[in-house]
């Protein structure tokens, strides 16, 4: 098993910025792909962006690009999402989640394995 831990949501204005981090526990973390996918109310939930367990490879969906940025840091169990400029579309709970039977990072929701309980972001205008 792998426990999550998100965190870094909170309330913000347009254009500032946050940093999310997942803090895992449990299994070997290292050798799990990670992602973070978000859920705005009333939709479903969407991938955002994910990374290998090297840290080599990133996927990120294209209203993110240029704007977030996932990283890990495998001596600490922890992944980010830096976020900057942000917009009131990016108001959502993020969630992260373990890729477990694979080092290759997914843009699929039925690759990951485990999830955690999720931190809300809220962009106001």
């Known amino acids: 098993q792998v426990q999550l831990v998100e965190s870094g949501g909170g309330l913000v204005q347009a254009g500032d910025s946050l940093r999310l981090s997942c803090a895992a526990s449990?299994?070997?973390?290292?050798?799990?792909?990670m992602g973070w996918f978000r859920q705005a109310p009333g939709k479903e939930r969407e991938f955002v962006a994910a990374i290998s367990w090297s840290g080599s490879i990133t996927y990120y969906v294209d209203f993110v690009k240029g704007r977030f940025t996932i990283a890990r840091d495998n001596a600490k169990n922890t992944v980010y999402l830096q976020m900057n400029s942000l917009k009131p579309e990016d108001t959502a709970v993020y969630y992260c989640?373990?890729?477990?039977?694979?080092?290759?990072?997914?843009?699929?929701?039925?690759?990951?394995?485990?999830w955690g309980q999720g931190t809300q972001v809220t962009v106001s205008s």
């Open positions: 449990g299994r070997t973390f290292s050798r799990y792909a």
């Open positions: 989640g373990v890729r477990g039977r694979s080092t290759n990072p997914s843009v699929g929701i039925r690759d990951y394995d485990y």
